[in-house]
């Protein structure tokens, strides 16, 4: 299993700002996702954080709204950039570990955006 | 792309009752996982279907993965209190093998408990 943090838990953030939320788990994973869950629906993919690359973006999702970092095996950033109503919603961090094909995934605490 | 239809969106039942949450696949699974996220938390991890045709029971749950890999259902006996919450199924799709790890959910059913 794993243990993950991500900070922060909760923010309120004005229009047009930018929100940086980390991950940081608790062991070396081999995969790493963001997700997005808004109010009452389900998550959805934004992309997977690659180690020392680009991150991989889901279809609807680009890198300059959504920028993500991943320096080393534990530990990950989004970032939601130019913040509009819209994108008031929870993201979550998501580990998994490559040790078999078939996995399951292992979620932050979450961090529950409002935009003003 | 992917996609993983979940009903039925909402279900309350009187505690004592039972429960089932169907998930269908536009595409055939390598996997299927079930979560569940309590009011105000996050996705907990359940339990993972791989086998066409497979069964699993977790006490009072009751898991299947249907025979083409593409549909599955989690009952659940009995429901209690501390059932409330919203269940997911999470589809994976490792063909290629370029996407380990990657879940596509379904929209979730949210279970409530009348005492």
């Known amino acids: 299993s794993a243990v993950i943090s991500q900070k922060p838990s909760r923010d309120i953030c004005q229009r047009g700002t930018s929100l940086t939320i980390q991950c940081q788990v608790d062991?070396?994973?081999?995969?790493m996702f963001w997700y997005r869950q808004q109010p009452g629906q389900s998550l959805t993919l934004i992309a997977t954080?690659?180690?020392?690359?680009?991150?991989?973006?889901e279809s609807g999702f680009v890198i300059d709204k959504f920028p993500i970092s991943r320096p080393n095996l534990t530990f990950s950033t989004l970032t939601v950039s130019n913040l509009s109503p819209e994108d008031s919603s929870i993201y979550l961090c998501?580990?998994?570990?490559?040790?078999?094909?078939?996995?399951?995934?292992?979620f932050g605490q979450g961090t529950r955006l409002t935009v003003v | 792309g992917q996609q993983v239809m979940q009903i039925p969106q909402y279900q309350h039942v009187q505690e004592g009752e039972d429960f089932t949450t169907y998930c269908n696949s536009s595409?055939?699974?390598?996997?299927i996982q079930w979560y569940k996220q309590r009011p105000g938390g996050h996705p907990v991890f359940l339990i993972q279907?791989?086998?066409?045709?497979e069964v699993k029971k977790q006490k009072r749950l009751t898991f299947q993965f249907g025979e083409a890999k593409k549909n599955s259902s989690l009952h659940i006996t009995a429901t209690q209190t501390t059932d409330v919450g919203t269940y997911f199924c999470?589809?994976?799709?490792?063909?290629?093998?370029?996407?380990?790890?990657?879940?596509?959910f379904g929209q979730g059913t949210i279970l409530t408990v009348h005492p």
């Open positions: 998501s580990v998994s570990f490559r040790l078999r094909a078939n996995t399951e995934a292992f």
């Open positions: 062991s070396q994973v081999t995969m």
């Open positions: 954080a690659n180690q020392g690359s680009e991150a991989t973006y």
């Open positions: 595409t055939t699974l390598s996997n």
């Open positions: 279907l791989v086998k066409s045709g």
């Open positions: 999470a589809g994976a799709n490792h063909a290629g093998g370029t996407s380990y790890g990657k879940l596509t």
